[in-house]
């Protein structure tokens, strides 16, 4: 296993970079966020004429676009069924139309740029060894001959692994997300697209139209904000913490002696498993992902890395091991994203968050939205995923439940006690423990170096817990994730974890 996490998508492209927002600009479109939805509602606004500027608090597609499986596919697990009970059949069916209208724009767009992009029409498989998701299966097959989705229930798929009832959905699809992005960067560009990198923004301030605050006072003035940042940075009283919760999840890139027989591939049940491939000079590179978690809960992360491992080696056979990282996402309260004005009558502000892990229909999707809205004042899709709605089945529910996990971190976080000291901590390594009577948490690096923080997270005061296998400080509480130095590198908190002098 490789020591360090890196994705395969991001160490395979020459992304551009781009300088720092060093002063105050004024554009027509301010977007936050430089992933999926930021760089396609770039582009698509752009085409049309319109000024954009994109700011990133990071480097462009470094979240969690740079560490998606890349899948292209309304199989967004078992959901319609769902979605029919909940919502009705009218919503359900907008649901599976927006992921296709997303894949469609996609294709268009590589068509249009000629893009090579890896792109690969792949039928997607939900597939279970376990007898109670059978009739689950079964029930969801039903809901997509409810509505018209080209699909059928299987004993047998093409990959070699046992199944005992699988689902296909036919003709998705998969690609390589920064070969596409890239050439969406270059297109923005040429249409006079403004990105700056490196440059945080903590909020938006109005007077006649609304302007993005950086964290060095600079004003990005714009007629309309898009809220492109994964987890919105700005709020506006809608408490987006509360109505979603972070999960993270894991991916490995592997060789395998045997071939690859196509398709993509996610089971029904706990603990997740997810395959495809990509090409890599002429080979085929498996990705294997899965092991979801709430954010900063659960075993030691570096487990969750092994554990993926382990099933790769049973059951494909591992010749090489290349790659590993993982991405967090968030969900939302009934499982829909949160797509539009981020507060009932804002129509100046646009957010797009909550994807479930199938960021790439969701995001494009978004951006089309937001295209629309800005450009044409509606979008056929708008209601479905505007941000202030509310059914009380299943929100209540889950709501409650999603809170009453943060109430529960929060007050253990405050009570664990830890005997563990600094003099026994060994290299690449990290503790939670007592520096001056307050809770601290120190990593040592490969060098020696000891870096030293309070563990308040400072969102809303939970403890945050070390994450082994990617050498960050989560918080169990919303998601909020920090560099062993301290740095935000997750929202929803905006300043970064207080450092500790060991010297004194």
Partial sequence: MPQFPESYWLDSTDIPSY??????????VGIVGGGIVGLTAAYLLSKQGVKVTVIDASTLVNGTTGHTTAKITAQHGIIYDELIQHFGKN???????????????????????????NYQVEDAYIYTNSDDYISKLETEKKAYDELGINGDLTDEIPLDIPVKRALVMKEQAQFHPL????????????????????????DVEYNKHPAI???????LLCNHVIVASHFPFYDKQSFYFARMYPERSYVIAVKSDQKYPGGM?????????????????????????????????????????????QFGEEQFGISEFQYRWSAQDLTTLDKVPYIGSIKEGEDSVF??????????????????????????????????????????DPQIKKFATINADVAKHMIKGKLEITNDTIQGLSTDDAIITKINGKRA??????????????????????????????????CPCHGSRFSYKGEVIEGPAKKPLKQIDLSK
């Avoid at 069916?93 to 296709?100: E, P, T």
Wanted: aromatic share 10%.
């Fill in 19 to 28: 300088p720092k927002l060093e002063e105050k600009k004024q554009t027509e």
């Fill in 91 to 117: 919503m359900a069916l907008q649901y599976y139309q927006a992921a296709m209208e997303a894949k469609k724009l996609i294709e268009t767009t590589i068509r249009d740029l000629n893009i090579d992009c």
């Fill in 179 to 202: 070969k596409y992005l890239h050439r969406l960067i270059k297109e923005c560009e040429n249409n006079g697209v403004q990105f700056f990198e490196h440059t945080v923004a903590i």
């Fill in 213 to 219: 605050i950086t964290k060095e006072g600079h004003r």
């Fill in 265 to 309: 591939y996610i089971n029904a049940e706990s603990p997740t498993r997810s395959v495809r491939s990509t090409k890599v000079d002429g080979q085929e590179l498996w990705l294997i992902g899965g092991e979801n978690h709430k954010t900063g809960q659960g075993e030691t992360t570096i487990k969750h890395y092994e554990a993926l491992q």
């Fill in 351 to 392: 957010v797009a968050t909550g994807f479930n892990k199938w960021g790439m229909t969701n995001g494009t999707i978004a951006a089309k939205i937001f295209s629309d809205k800005i450009v044409h004042g509606k979008n056929e899709f708008e209601e479905l995923y505007t941000p202030s709605r509310f059914h009380a």
């Fill in 441 to 474: 948490g120190v990593y040592k690096d490969q060098d020696e170096n000891m870096y030293a923080l309070d563990t308040t997270c400072t969102h809303m005061g939970c403890e945050v817990e070390w994450n082994s296998g990617d050498r960050t400080w989560d």
